[in-house]
C-alpha cells in the first residue's frame, strides 16, 4: 500500500520561507517520478512542480525562481522548499508521484501566508 505523509506547512509572513517534506513508502521510490501540488481555497488542484527519477526539475511559471524541488531516493522523501512565499501561495500542498493516482493522495500539509 502507497502512503505518501506531507509535513512542514505552517502560518507564514509574505517573503518568509518554508521546507515542505514528503515521505513514500511502499513504492519503488527511486524509479519514480514525483510531484508537488496545491489547491487553495474555491480552486482546483494545480501541479507546481516536479521531478524525475533521475533528478530533474520543472515548475510552474508562478514558482519558477522561488521553489526549489528536490529528493533524496536513501531516505525515500521529497522536498519543496518556498522561499519569497507570497498569499496567493496559500494552499494545501500535496504531493504524488507523476502521473497522480486519486488513492494515494495522503493528507496534505497546510501553507499560510499571511501579515
Known amino acids: 500500500q502507497v502512503q505518501l505523509v506531507e509535513s512542514g506547512g505552517g502560518l507564514v509572513q509574505p517573503g518568509g520561507s518554508l521546507r515542505l517534506s514528503c515521505a513514500a513508502s511502499?513504492?519503488?521510490?527511486?524509479?519514480?517520478?514525483m510531484g508537488w501540488y496545491r489547491q487553495a481555497l474555491g480552486k482546483q488542484r494545480e501541479l507546481v512542480a516536479t521531478?524525475?527519477?533521475?533528478?530533474?526539475?520543472n515548475y510552474v511559471d508562478s514558482v519558477k525562481g522561488r521553489f526549489t524541488i528536490s529528493r533524496d531516493n536513501t531516505k525515500n522523501t521529497v522536498y519543496l522548499q518556498m522561499n519569497s512565499l507570497k498569499p496567493e501561495d496559500t494552499a494545501v500542498y500535496y504531493c504524488?508521484?507523476?502521473?497522480?493516482?486519486?488513492?494515494?493522495w495522503g493528507q496534505g500539509t497546510q501553507v499560510t501566508v499571511s501579515s
Open positions: 504524488n508521484q507523476i502521473p497522480a493516482w486519486k488513492g494515494y
Open positions: 511502499g513504492m519503488i521510490f527511486s524509479v519514480t517520478g
Open positions: 521531478i524525475t527519477s533521475g533528478g530533474s526539475p
